[in-house]
């Protein structure tokens, strides 16, 4: 039955809810409390511990950039990596290097921190090539990789130097499905046949096979409602980030999607609580702040977002390395004490 309400509405059934906004058909959701956070969310944590992520971005030289990544790994993040692109977006002309390289370089460098595709942009490669890269990286790395997956960003000025179609959105997300499904494919199967609309394998071989079985984890970064589905079905790790101009609204913005990929998991029969929820920690007036990022102004102003971000279902927390050399010392008491205390704190409740 289709009900329209006029107004925002929750009716509560048993663990779910029924909401509706203004003008919108009823939809099924988790919960909500009236602390703002979902049954899904509040039990969250006790199916994930915690996880720090953060990398440089790829525009030193090579022997600035190597000592990052291994002092990374020294204050103790989980996850590392850097962006995929073909130059600097922002800044065209500045030095950039590639992204799959930089990883299986990276890989052979460090010893414990995980290695992460942070986030591998779809229209750069071929679904198999990306595959095969994923895989050699896997071994390089001795089943350290987590491959990231996403489909891009539209005002990139790398298609227009490489030659290769800017896909509009809704072509990048259609894309997107056959694309994942194809990498999962290779990586699990050693032979692999599939053909859809954009995409085809014809008895792809995949050998040596991975180390990690059946495949490296997969994170898909998604914020919109088709690509959120595309995470609740194929992702072991849903990503997103928010532009909202301050902390508090970004919270809300996670929170409500949260939701959502709470429903679309419930939708195909997946149980919520299996997929980790990853967010990267923006901050939209870092630009206007001249690099500085509001979240390394001190350890406290760091541990309060953490903990509001927990108590609306994310486990894993992805930090920009500091623009700024001023705040690299913050950066590194975060990771010494602040991230240590937050696991002790919250892991002991799994």
Same mark, same amino acid.
């Given at each position: *039955?289709? &009900?329209?309400?006029?107004?925002?509405?929750?009716?509560? $059934?048993?663990?779910?809810?029924?909401?509706?906004?203004?003008?919108?058909?009823?939809?099924?959701?988790?919960?909500?409390?009236?602390?703002?956070?979902?049954?899904?969310?509040?039990?969250?944590?006790?199916?994930?511990?915690?996880?720090?992520?953060?990398?440089? $971005?790829?525009?030193?030289?090579?022997?600035? !950039?190597?000592?990052?990544?291994?002092?990374?790994?020294?204050?103790?993040?989980?996850?590392?990596?850097?962006?995929?692109?073909?130059?600097?977006?922002?800044?065209?002309?500045?030095?950039?290097?590639?992204?799959?390289?930089? $990883?299986?370089?990276?890989? /052979?460098?460090?010893?414990? @921190?995980? @290695?992460?595709?942070?986030?591998?942009?779809?229209?750069?490669?071929?679904? /198999?090539?990306? /595959?095969?890269?994923?895989?050699?990286?896997?071994?390089?790395?001795?089943?350290?990789?987590?491959?990231?997956?996403?489909?891009?960003?539209?005002?990139?000025?790398?298609?227009? *130097?490489?030659? %290769?179609?800017?896909?509009?959105?809704?072509?990048?997300?259609?894309?997107?499905?056959?694309?994942?499904?194809?990498?999962?494919?290779?990586?699990?199967?050693?032979?692999?046949?599939?053909?859809?609309?954009?995409?085809?394998?014809?008895?792809?071989?995949?050998? +040596?096979? +991975?180390?990690?079985? +059946?495949?490296?984890? &997969?994170?898909?970064?998604?914020?919109?409602?088709? *690509? *959120?589905?595309?995470? /609740?079905?194929?992702?072991?790790?849903?990503?997103? @980030?928010?532009?909202?101009?301050?902390?508090?609204?970004?919270?809300?913005?996670?929170?409500?999607?949260?939701?959502?990929?709470?429903?679309?998991? !419930?939708? @195909?029969?997946?149980?919520?609580?299996?997929?980790?929820?990853?967010?990267?920690?923006?901050?939209?007036?870092?630009?206007?702040?001249?690099?500085?990022?509001?979240?390394?102004?001190?350890?406290?102003?760091?541990?309060? =977002?953490?903990?509001?971000? &927990?108590?609306?279902?994310?486990?894993?927390?992805?930090?920009?390395?500091?623009?700024?050399?001023?705040? &690299?010392?913050?950066?590194?008491? %975060?990771?010494?004490?602040? =991230?240590?205390?937050?696991?002790?704190?919250?892991?002991?409740?799994?």
């Amino acid at each position: *039955m289709r &009900i329209r309400l006029s107004a925002l509405m929750q009716v509560r $059934l048993g663990r779910y809810s029924l909401i509706a906004c203004s003008g919108d058909l009823i939809e099924i959701l988790p919960f909500v409390n009236d602390d703002g956070a979902t049954c899904g969310e509040k039990n969250m944590k006790l199916n994930h511990k915690l996880r720090f992520v953060s990398g440089p $971005l790829p525009n030193k030289p090579w022997d600035v !950039l190597i000592k990052r990544f291994k002092r990374i790994e020294e204050l103790g993040f989980d996850v590392t990596g850097t962006g995929d692109h073909f130059v600097d977006w922002s800044n065209p002309q500045s030095s950039w290097f590639e992204h799959w390289t930089l $990883l299986a370089a990276v890989a /052979a460098e460090t010893t414990r @921190i995980r @290695i992460l595709s942070g986030v591998t942009q779809i229209p750069f490669r071929n679904p /198999a090539l990306l /595959a095969r890269q994923a895989l050699t990286v896997d071994h390089i790395s001795n089943g350290r990789l987590e491959l990231g997956l996403g489909t891009g960003i539209l005002i990139d000025p790398s298609y227009e *130097m490489m030659g %290769i179609p800017n896909w509009g959105s809704g072509e990048r997300v259609a894309r997107f499905k056959e694309y994942v499904e194809i990498v999962d494919q290779l990586l699990s199967k050693e032979v692999t046949t599939y053909t859809g609309r954009y995409y085809r394998v014809d008895k792809a071989v995949m050998n +040596p096979r +991975p180390v990690q079985k +059946p495949r490296p984890p &997969i994170t898909i970064a998604a914020w919109g409602p088709t *690509m *959120m589905r595309h995470a /609740a079905r194929y992702a072991d790790t849903w990503n997103s @980030i928010s532009s909202a101009d301050n902390f508090e609204e970004q919270l809300d913005e996670t929170r409500r999607r949260n939701q959502f990929v709470d429903k679309y998991c !419930l939708n @195909i029969g997946r149980e919520p609580f299996s997929l980790r929820r990853s967010y990267m920690m923006s901050d939209a007036g870092a630009r206007r702040r001249g690099g500085l990022i509001n979240y390394y102004d001190s350890e406290d102003v760091f541990v309060d =977002m953490v903990e509001k971000l &927990i108590d609306v279902g994310i486990t894993e927390f992805v930090l920009y390395y500091p623009y700024r050399e001023e705040q &690299i010392p913050v950066f590194e008491r %975060i990771a010494r004490e602040a =991230m240590p205390e937050l696991k002790e704190r919250y892991n002991a409740q799994g």
